[in-house]
């Protein structure tokens, strides 16, 4: 499939197929000028992608050069920065130059932003290689680092002149990378699209299984639903981009309290705040028990965390409060919560009683 993202002044495809990567030299031909082309990406995924990678470049004749950094969230750092920066530099990347991305979240949102500063701006592709990277952060323009301040606190909106998606990289990523990922997917069912969580719900298993046209569904359903947002709202402004943060405020609060460790990835963090997110609609009467219940039933099924006593982590309903304070969604104090009134109807809300939601949190963990 092939999704447009129709970005005002920035257009762009997402050519989502199995065998892009192997086919990555002649799909990126029209935006490579030369006959190199610098590609930044991770120990793992040079392991796994390297050869492919290179292979289908050379067979263009584009010889390809590497930057190859550690695997993990701490390369989101400014010393990484810098270090991808002074790189392009060097090899003497032009503005129309596009630089490519090859690796998770982390490569993704490091690379753009490198890219939106390096000569105030050159282009970059994204070949996103795990399922978040491949349903989200490669799409929409959003990049970042970490600082010792927190996540994603320094970056900019720049967006990639194409986005290769290619199922098969999914067959060498960690199936709980894979399944953090799918907590992603199945947002978009909740956030608007009430028949895509009912097709996630007959197919999740297929989908973790590696079934090709499960995944291809699977990313493409979830990537034309980011586009359509994202090109509603480039750089949430309206609060249509806002609708992607569902899950994410619980989500956010559960991930700060592990210190952005490994003991919960992003994804986990967001399946658990969904069904949260759903809880607590239902508690204030937005939605029916019955439907929150069919929520955490969905994600428990495909073994992601769905209790937050399950997490086993030190921590109550007050605690979990104060992380949310230090969100940087904060907006004059008050946060934007994203509540659903059923499936496939979610909404930001505004005046929700933070008091409450701590009450509700001791609930929740006592549960
Ligand atoms: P990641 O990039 O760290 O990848 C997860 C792990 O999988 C890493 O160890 C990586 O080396 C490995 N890996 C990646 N692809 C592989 C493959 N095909 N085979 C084997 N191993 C592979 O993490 P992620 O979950 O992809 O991304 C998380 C990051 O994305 C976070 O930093 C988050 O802030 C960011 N993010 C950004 C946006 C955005 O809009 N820009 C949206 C959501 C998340
Ligand atoms: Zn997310």
Redesign the pocket.
């Known amino acids: 499939a092939v999704i447009p993202v129709a970005i005002a002044g920035a257009p762009y495809d997402v050519v989502i197929e199995e065998g892009a990567l192997a086919r990555a030299g002649r799909l990126c031909r029209p935006f490579v000028r030369k006959d190199s082309v610098a590609v930044i990406t991770?120990?793992?995924?040079a392991a796994?992608?390297r050869e492919t990678v290179t292979a289908s470049f050379a067979a263009q004749g584009i010889a390809s050069q590497w930057l190859v950094l550690p695997?993990?969230?701490a390369t989101?750092s400014w010393d990484s920065l810098v270090r991808v920066v002074d790189w392009l530099l060097g090899l003497e990347i032009e503005r129309k130059d596009n630089v490519v991305a090859l690796?998770?979240?982390?490569?993704?949102?490091l690379t753009g932003f490198a890219a939106s500063m390096v000569k105030r701006g050159c282009g970059f592709i994204q070949m996103p290689?795990?399922l978040?990277?491949q349903v989200?952060?490669s799409v929409?323009g959003?990049?970042?680092i970490n600082t010792a301040m927190g996540?994603?606190l320094v970056g900019a909106f720049h967006q990639p002149s194409l986005v290769l998606a290619d199922p098969l990289?999914?067959d060498?990523?960690?199936l709980r990378?894979v399944r953090?990922?799918y907590a992603e997917v199945v947002k978009y069912g909740l956030i608007d699209d009430p028949e895509f969580f009912f097709w996630c719900e007959a197919n999740a298993a297929h989908l973790l299984a590696g079934e090709a046209e499960a995944r291809e569904h699977a990313i493409a359903r979830s990537v034309a639903a980011k586009a359509r947002i994202v090109a509603a709202d480039e750089k949430e402004t309206t609060g249509v981009r806002a609708l992607l943060n569902l899950g994410h405020t619980f989500g956010h609060a559960l991930e700060a309290q592990t210190g952005f460790s490994d003991r919960l990835?992003?994804?986990e963090g967001v399946a658990l705040g969904m069904i949260l997110a759903a809880r607590y609609s239902a508690r204030i009467g937005l939605m029916s028990g019955q439907d929150a219940e069919r929520v955490a039933a969905h994600i428990a099924a495909v073994g992601l965390p769905a209790s937050l006593k399950g997490l086993d982590m030190n921590y109550d309903g007050q605690t979990l409060k104060n992380h949310m304070l230090h969100d940087k969604k904060m907006d004059a104090g008050t946060l934007p919560f994203l509540l659903m009134r059923g499936i496939g109807q979610t909404f930001l809300a505004k005046d929700v009683d933070l008091a409450d939601v701590a009450a509700f949190l001791d609930e929740e963990l006592a549960r």
């Open positions: 991770d120990e793992n995924v796994a992608w695997a993990g969230e989101k690796g998770g979240g982390v490569i993704g949102d290689t795990t978040l990277a989200d952060s929409g959003k990049t970042a996540k994603n990289s999914l060498t990523l960690p990378d953090a990922g990835l992003h994804g």
